[in-house]
């Protein structure tokens, strides 16, 4: 499991994460469940009594933890704790700044949320929508790089590449490609393409994700999906994919022209587990598939792509974030 911890370090690291959001006369209920979920899911630690744990600042973690992904995997859980706390306030956001100033850590997270606490919503979600146009390169579909369908048109769309996602269509039924237009058909989604959007070529390689992960596009399920790929390899385009996700799903500062703007998505019954279940099962996968040419996968048998890159079932395909028939 990519987002596991060295022999001794787990237990000073939830102590830590324990300290940085001991803020504002306490951890909130919603950070407490996500804590202990995900110290469950990616830790081995199910059951543990949070009250009972001395925490540690800042310097006394820096001691107790010196191995580099160590102290990484700390701040992005950490990350996740942060965004749980409604509303975020500045005595959190100096919190997880004081961590991650002592631990050598750095992201785009710190100047998102500082940015959010001191000067509010609307400069905060124009800062995100800078954010999310400057990783697109980085997410975008590898097998339409360049303009070897066409390009936009006239009004925008791009009816090469809405041809080319149609097409799957005369593809084999139990195929990938096939399974990502039951995806757009079963959830009205157009087919990128055949809409202006900047984000046409992020979208096919995000919901072939979504598709080959058989995570439904709900709320929770968009969290765990960004969650899921974070586990299976903490690659910085994987760490910024979560923290999109989270400000758009839970911080709710994402502007209008990317997300619609969601709020304590985490707190909704049974997302949090959601989030510890799909890390969990991220974490078995054999090979990050968030990245490949799908185009190219797109013929193949959907379950032999799952078998390809070792994607599990998930522990309930019925529980409405799924799809997994």
């Known amino acids: 499991m990519s987002l596991s911890l060295?022999?001794?370090?787990?237990?000073?690291?939830?102590?830590?994460?324990?300290?940085?959001?001991?803020?504002?006369?306490?951890?909130?209920?919603?950070?407490?469940?996500?804590?202990r979920i995900l110290a469950a899911h990616l830790w081995d630690h199910q059951t543990m009594d949070l009250d009972a744990i001395a925490t540690l600042g800042p310097d006394a973690l820096a001691a107790a933890v010196v191995d580099p992904v160590d102290r990484r995997r700390f701040h992005e859980v950490l990350v996740v704790l942060e965004v749980c706390r409604h509303p975020l306030s500045a005595a959190q956001?100096?919190?997880?700044?004081?961590y991650a100033e002592v631990l050598g850590v750095d992201g785009p997270d710190g100047a998102l949320f500082r940015?959010?606490?001191?000067?509010?919503?609307?400069?905060?979600?124009?800062d995100y929508a800078r954010f999310l146009r400057g990783s697109l390169d980085d997410r975008e579909e590898p097998g339409l790089a360049g303009d070897k369908l066409g390009g936009p048109d006239a009004s925008g769309a791009e009816p090469g590449l809405a041809h080319a996602v149609a097409a799957f269509g005369d593809l084999a039924p139990d195929s990938l490609g096939q399974a990502l237009l039951a995806f757009y058909r079963r959830h009205a989604i157009p087919l990128p393409?055949?809409?202006?959007?900047?984000?046409?070529?992020?979208?096919?390689?995000?919901?072939?994700?979504?598709?080959?992960?058989?995570?439904?596009?709900?709320?929770?399920?968009?969290?765990a999906l960004s969650a899921f790929q974070m586990a299976i390899n903490d690659s910085p385009v994987n760490r910024s994919a979560l923290l999109a996700s989270l400000v758009a799903h839970e911080a709710g500062f994402a502007s209008p022209e990317t997300f619609?703007?969601?709020?304590?998505?985490?707190?909704?019954?049974?997302a949090a587990e959601l989030l510890g279940q799909e890390m969990e099962r991220g974490g078995r996968c054999t090979a990050d598939f968030s990245l490949v040419d799908h185009m190219a996968l797109a013929p193949?048998?959907?379950a032999e792509v799952r078998s390809?890159?070792?994607v599990v079932a998930p522990v309930d395909p019925d529980d409405g974030h799924h799809y997994w028939p």
């Open 300 to 302: 193949l048998l959907l």
């Open 93 to 98: 956001v100096a919190s997880v700044e004081r």
């Open 308 to 310: 390809q890159f070792g």
């Open 115 to 126: 940015t959010f606490v001191d000067t509010g919503r609307e400069r905060a979600a124009a």
């Open 6 to 35: 060295t022999a001794g370090a787990v237990e000073p690291v939830i102590a830590g994460l324990l300290g940085a959001i001991d803020v504002d006369g306490g951890p909130t209920d919603e950070q407490l469940t996500v804590l």
């Open 193 to 223: 393409g055949e809409r202006e959007s900047s984000m046409n070529h992020f979208f096919v390689g995000h919901d072939m994700t979504h598709v080959i992960a058989g995570i439904e596009p709900t709320a929770a399920g968009e969290v």
């Open 260 to 270: 619609a703007a969601e709020e304590r998505t985490l707190n909704s019954v049974g």
